[in-house]
Nanobody, 119 residues
């Protein structure tokens, strides 16, 4: 099982980006899917989380600007980021609790994708 993140890049302040993360392998089911970020010199922080049924939770600074969604059929989680600010610059990581076909569950991390917000 692995998670593959994509969609990062350079964007101007006020712009938008969409991150995606797809889980692949021998998957039975996926519980919570989460996006974290880590800015230079700072600790990793939770950005947004979505449960299997679609309940969401956001870090205060991104509420109203970021939207997390998932496609359970495609084992994918997305993060739509609008009105980006320089302080959103960070490496973004996806995370998911995945139960494999042997009914063993554990947390997996994607490889990280860099988002740079700068003019």
């Amino acid at each position: 099982v692995q998670l593959q993140a994509s969609g990062g890049g350079l964007v101007q302040p006020g712009g938008s980006l969409k991150l995606s993360c797809r889980a692949s392998g021998r998957i039975f089911s996926i519980s919570d899917m989460t996006w974290y970020r880590q800015a230079p010199g700072k600790q990793r922080e939770l950005v947004a989380r979505i449960t299997y049924k679609g309940s969401t939770d956001y870090e205060d600074s991104v509420k109203g600007r970021f939207t997390i969604s998932r496609d359970n059929a495609k084992n994918t989680v997305n993060l739509q980021m609008n009105t980006l600010k320089p302080e959103d610059t960070a490496v973004y990581y996806c995370n998911a609790f995945i139960i494999n076909e042997l009914k063993f569950g554990q947390i997996y991390w994607g490889q990280g994708t860099l988002v740079t917000v700068s003019s």
